[in-house]
């Protein structure tokens, strides 16, 4: 292929080949990653204006980065808008203008979708007439503005219902998740799922197909229709209900304001662009963006050698959960446990969780086939990290390191899922202390981002970079935290659950209790939470972290019957299906959330000032990804710093 020299672009490349189809590469200069900045969007306009005066006989936009086609809008020049509608509409009409020319060029056009196709990369993809993504997994189609508190602006709003039919759409465009290749061709999002070793022939013979672009037919397609939508949109509306009663969130309910009463064209709506753009929920999730961001970058780089066999001791909950998890990103995992009938229940948890995740049944099996029961522990010599997750005592701990460590081979990382002994006294009768690291998983494994890599004062480096590798091989957000009771984020619960049990000795009922806390913005509420953990978890945690005071009454009645919340059916609530049955709650008296938050909070800056976490930034993130603080205030420290600024 020949390139086009009279176009001078920096983050694109125009090709001819030999049957006069041209090829528009993307590959953005000093960036891993393509994202459409404004000075791309500028060459991309700029490219498709050169060939409207110089009609290819077709065009085929791909990437020529091996990360992904492209990973959306460039999220700083979000952060810069915040608080300027005046810019905010700039950046939308930027958006919409350039992919609304694409959309009506004469000639066929494809995007070749290989890797990460993210917000404005998929709003790109959709103004094409043709789209193809390449099967591997790595193949992600989503609109995740939402999660970041803003609205697919550049098309995808009009564009994506017309394709898939509004239910769908507004299925993936309201929660922000992804789909693979394959469930992307099963949707209608692209004309097809096609091989790698056949990805360009195929984009060369379909966009010379002169086939129809490809639209959703029947019932979905009236539904997308004037008449039908507000029909669509109450339906809905019915749902954002449940699942945001308090309408924390208004990216949701402008999406779908957007679709109904504009078809997908924001800029008729101005007036939403303005009052996303100054909402504090938007600067705060796109703080919580850049805090993850922070935490991807943690101990990157900071070893090359992968983890190929993980061996983890017990198979209860979070031991057969890790190891699950583990299976499912490729490791080898063999899984010891006294208990036969426990790595059998891990193992029925494992297969459901690789039938969720993998839906085909060959990796599911290849997956279930990597979880290997090992109730001798075999695998400890061949192991490249031994994983201890048995119950917190700092006795049974240390046995088991008598038996394991010498059967360790020299270069095998020795981890603990401890949730708050410190390392220092479990390490204690080790020939060698400085391979003991904290690998801090939380419950539930398959769905929590955040992992403590807990570092004591006598880790060796090759131990601490080896443990960031495994945690970052295994798709998780390692925080960097120094040995110390509870280290952050059990640290800051143990206060936040107690304050909520003394409400209750004084005669609130629990519902109640956390109803404020959901009111607040929490996915649950402190006694949910607690019933969750365990309340004998709760127990030991509270007695450590909070200089042993004195248990409140109800949590020790529950204890004296042996109810241990979820574990049992029987807590603060009663439990069925894995589900707390709630009564109805009462009245919520103000105040209350700010009773509640406010250990927790103070927490937080204790560990802040001791150096447990680095700065209040790290704290922020740990809490909010360890807890599910409520990402729209921007963490527990963000929101104390703004509540002072507001008083």
């Not at 037919?217 to 809905?236: E, F």
């Not at 983890?307 to 699950?324: C, R």
Request: contains cysteine; proline residues 6%.
């Amino acid at each position: 292929m020949m390139p086009v020299t009279t176009l001078n672009l920096q983050n694109f490349t125009l090709y001819t080949d030999d049957q006069q189809i041209n090829w528009l590469k993307i590959d953005c200069v000093g960036s891993s990653v393509n994202r459409l900045s404004a000075a791309v969007l500028q060459e991309l306009n700029q490219a498709l204006d050169y060939l409207s005066s110089h009609q290819p006989k077709a065009l085929i936009i791909y990437s020529g980065k091996t990360a992904g086609f492209i990973a959306g809008a460039d999220i700083d020049e979000f952060s810069e808008h915040n608080n300027n509608p005046e810019k905010g509409l700039a950046l939308v009409t930027r958006g919409w203008t350039v992919f609304n020319k694409l959309a009506k060029q004469s000639y066929p056009t494809l995007a070749l979708v290989q890797g990460h196709c993210l917000g404005g990369g998929l709003e790109l993809a959709l103004a094409c007439r043709y789209c193809l993504a390449v099967d591997q997994t790595d193949t992600r189609l989503a609109l995740p503005e939402v999660m970041l508190g803003i609205f697919p602006g550049w098309g995808g709003m009009l564009r994506l219902p017309e394709y898939i039919g509004p239910a769908a759409a507004m299925d993936l465009m309201l929660s922000g998740k992804s789909v693979d290749a394959r469930k992307a061709a099963r949707l209608g999002m692209v004309d097809a799922c096609v091989p790698v070793r056949l990805a360009k022939q195929a984009a060369v013979k379909q966009v010379l197909s002169g086939k129809k672009p490809r639209r959703v037919s029947g019932l979905p397609r009236l539904m997308n229709t004037k008449l039908l939508r507000p029909l669509v949109a109450g339906q809905v509306r019915k749902q954002l209900e449940k699942r945001d009663p308090y309408q924390h969130y208004q990216a949701p309910r402008a999406i779908l304001e957007i679709w109904e009463k504009h078809n997908g064209n924001a800029l008729k709506a101005p007036e939403l662009i303005e009052q996303i753009t100054r909402s504090d929920t938007a600067v705060n999730l796109l703080r919580v963006f850049h805090l993850q961001e922070r935490l991807k970058s943690v101990g990157k780089h900071s070893s090359t050698q992968e983890v190929g066999h993980v061996h983890v001791v017990g198979a209860g909950v979070m031991g057969g959960d890790i190891a699950a998890v583990c299976a499912l990103k490729g490791l080898r995992v063999t899984l010891q446990d006294q208990d036969r009938k426990r790595i059998a229940q891990a193992q029925g948890r494992a297969a459901k969780l690789f039938q969720r995740r993998l839906k085909d049944r060959r990796l599911v099996q290849a997956a279930l086939d990597r979880l290997i029961p090992d109730p001798d522990g075999h695998g400890i010599p061949s192991a490249d990290l031994v994983l201890e997750a048995i119950f917190e005592n700092v006795e049974a701990k240390r046995s088991l390191y008598a038996s394991i460590e010498p059967k360790l081979k020299p270069t095998a990382v020795l981890a603990t899922n401890t949730s708050s002994l410190p390392l220092s006294e479990l390490s204690l009768n080790l020939a060698k202390p400085e391979r003991l690291v904290g690998i801090h998983f939380f419950n539930p494994v398959s769905r929590m981002p955040l992992i403590e890599v807990v570092e004591s004062e006598l880790l060796a480096p090759e131990v601490r970079s080896a443990a960031y590798a495994f945690v970052n091989q295994i798709g998780k957000l390692p925080l960097p935290v120094k040995d110390s009771p509870g280290f952050l984020v059990n640290a800051v619960l143990a206060p936040y659950m107690l304050e909520a049990m003394r409400c209750v000795d004084e005669g609130l009922d629990p519902a109640t209790v956390d109803k404020a806390m959901l009111q607040f913005g929490m996915p649950m509420g402190p006694l949910e939470l607690a019933d969750t953990v365990g309340l004998d978890i709760a127990r030991d945690a509270g007695a450590q972290l909070s200089q042993q005071a004195v248990m409140p009454a109800c949590l020790k009645t529950h204890l004296d019957r042996q109810e241990l919340g979820r574990k049992t059916g029987q807590g603060f609530y009663t439990w069925k299906d894995g589900k707390a049955q709630k009564p109805p709650a009462g009245t919520v008296s103000s105040g209350l959330a700010d009773r509640l938050i406010k250990p927790l909070i103070e927490q937080t800056e204790h560990q802040v000032r001791i150096g447990v976490v680095e700065d209040e930034d790290l704290a922020d993130a740990g809490v909010i990804f360890g807890t599910g603080f409520a990402p729209f205030h921007g963490g527990p420290l963000h929101y104390k710093a703004t509540q002072k600024q507001r008083n």
